[in-house]
């Protein structure tokens, strides 16, 4: 079995604001963060997949397929954006580099079985760095 | 406990089955099907628990070399598919690099205290591959 990492970039604005605590206490919990204007972060993400090797290509995950889903499905939705008002999941979700990973989680695993359409590869970890001290990993 | 050196090496490969035809490498790997190079990092992680009279899990000098003579010397500065083995027969891709790397390395590094826990391959920043062996 083999692990495979594959690492991108997107940048993007977000606010930190939780609608059921009062202003002050989102003043108190997030900081910053909660700051009305919004702030924003380089994020680093990673995806790793895990497969056995294919004896005939000697890979475990056709990483051309896996720069197309990401491209596809989060790079192109998420870069640039302001994720409070440009991403429909982030209206409801507060935008957590937490909440983040499950966000793109779900949206591979929605593709998942069109771009990868055998029993594997399959998505092994969701690695956010926000910054380059605050590091946030989602498996399964 | 966990200890990990890293080396680096810098050599040249093409990906492709010498198996399949032109056509089809070119399917499979695409541009990787074209000779090219790249600096890869290597970190090798042993697991075992600190030996009580040296305080330490394995001495890191000595990994050091067996790492210089098993992987850096036949690899670096080589083209993989041409100088070696099994890489003229097998697709040097990333998967198969640490595969290699780890065939080379374990009957090193296995005693009863201490063993080969993981090979991490970095073909580039952005691309990297974990093997832990063969699990049951």
């Known amino acids: 079995m083999i692990r495979l990492t594959r690492r991108y970039r997107f940048s993007a604005a977000h606010r930190l604001h939780a609608p059921a605590l009062s202003e002050a206490d989102n003043g108190a919990l997030y900081g910053k963060c909660n700051n009305p204007f919004g702030h924003g972060h380089d994020y680093v993400l990673e995806v790793s997949v895990r497969g ?19 491209r596809r499905e989060v790079l ?14 982030f209206a409801a979700a507060i935008p957590t580099a937490e909440n983040i990973a499950i966000e793109i989680r779900a949206r591979l695993a929605r593709q ?10 399959r998505l092994d970890r969701i690695r956010i760095y926000e910054t380059k ?5 989602l498996y399964g | 406990m966990l200890i990990t050196r890293r080396i680096e090496f810098s050599a040249s490969h093409a990906c492709r089955n010498p198996r399949l035809g032109e056509d089809e490498n070119r399917a499979i790997y ?7 190079g790249h600096n890869y990092v290597l970190e090798v992680t042993l697991e075992g628990e600190p030996d009580p009279i040296s305080g330490m899990v394995f001495d890191l000098k000595r990994l050091k070399d067996i790492l210089t003579r098993e992987i850096l010397e036949p690899m670096d500065h080589r083209f993989l598919n041409r100088e070696v083995a099994p890489f003229d027969t097998l697709a040097p891709t990333a998967e198969n690099v640490a595969v290699e790397v780890w065939r080379r390395l374990e009957p090193h590094l296995n005693f ?16 990297y591959v974990d093997y832990l062996g063969e699990t049951p």
Do not use: K, M
């Open chain 1, 52 to 70: 056995p090797l294919d004896p005939a290509t000697g890979r475990a995950a056709d990483v051309g397929a896996l720069d197309s889903l990401v």
């Open chain 1, 76 to 89: 192109e939705p998420l870069d640039h954006q302001d994720l409070n008002s440009g991403v429909p999941a």
């Open chain 1, 112 to 121: 998942w079985p069109r771009a990868f359409p055998g029993e594997w590869p």
């Open chain 1, 133 to 137: 001290r605050n590091r946030f990993d």
């Open chain 2, 30 to 36: 695409g541009l990787s099907a074209n000779p090219h």
């Open chain 2, 112 to 127: 009863n205290a201490v063993r080969l826990h993981r090979v991490r391959l970095y073909e580039t920043e952005d691309l």
